[in-house]
């Protein structure tokens, strides 16, 4: 099982890369890691590109003999246990504040104790968070999530929409990150093939869920007003990911690359005390987005 789903995941890592590298006009950095308890992996970062202003896509495979506690909250029967994680992470965050930053994640895990049947399962998604929505560009994010959900059934796409909305949620804003798409963890009940045939089909949707809405607006034209919203906004990314993200917790705890964990982290950020956007402005809109909304 971990040598397959390894090998796919290296090889998605490389075509994610080369389509992200194309459309820069850059060539992504390497580093490659080894980590002390075991495992390690290969971060590639495109910094200051054309389009970019940091993207980054990570593989790392780590293994150990005690499941960290992010990974048991909510599955208190695997603590104890001895485990494999392996994945690939991204995130996106561009110069132009009309391209939406974005992040995907697939993994695999298993969870081992002597005298029990190993347990494995699945995970992952994609979400997007514009600081100024388009329409067209939400909606041709969710029918391509949609797609490659109702080629497993009709429920499958409401139920890991649903699941995103609910994830990626700042509690002490009361609003979502961005506008959602697809989250799903805990992936076994299909069996091994299916879950994994999924997983990649959720892996190589992502650029074409991203990269039409890329050119699209890569060469629209803005000023400090929007640049100064974009980094604002970008707080709220910080918030999330240090405040309620399973992924960076579980980095941590696990005795990972900081800077691989911490490169979802934007560039440059700024916060500023009781902002709010002007009545009609086009900063506005975006609070009317920040809430499960039914795209499609």
Partial sequence: MLDQVKSFFMSLQDQICEQLSTLDGTEFEQDQWIREEGGGGRSRVIKNGNVFEQAGVN????????????????????????????????????????IPTTHMNVRFF?????????????????????????????????QTAKDVCDQYGEAVYPKYKKWCDEYFYLKHRDETRGVGGLFYDDLNELGFEQCFEFTQKIGHSFCEAYVPIVNR??????????????????????????????????????????????????????????YTPEAGSEEAKLYDVLQPIDWL
């Avoid at 974009?230 to 960076?248: A, K, M, P, S």
Wanted: glycine share 10%; hydrophobic share 35%; aromatic share 16%.
């Fill in 59 to 98: 593989f790392s495979h780590v293994f150990g003999a005690n499941m960290p506690a992010s990974a048991t909250a909510h599955r208190p029967e695997l603590q104890g246990r001895s485990f494999n994680a392996c994945g690939v992470s991204l995130v996106i965050h561009p110069h132009n504040p009309y």
């Fill in 217 to 274: 607006c890569k060469n629209l034209e803005f000023g400090d007003r929007q640049r100064q919203f974009q980094l604002y906004r970008r707080g709220r990314y910080v918030e999330f990911n240090l405040v309620f993200d399973r992924g960076t917790l579980f980095g941590l705890q696990t005795g990972g690359r900081t800077e691989s964990i911490l490169m979802s982290m934007p560039p440059l950020a700024r916060w500023e005390y009781q």
């Fill in 110 to 142: 298993i969870a081992e104790k002597e005298g029990a049947e190993p347990v494995w399962w699945f995970g992952g998604g994609y979400d997007l968070t514009p600081f100024y929505p388009f329409e067209q560009d939400i909606k041709h994010w969710h």
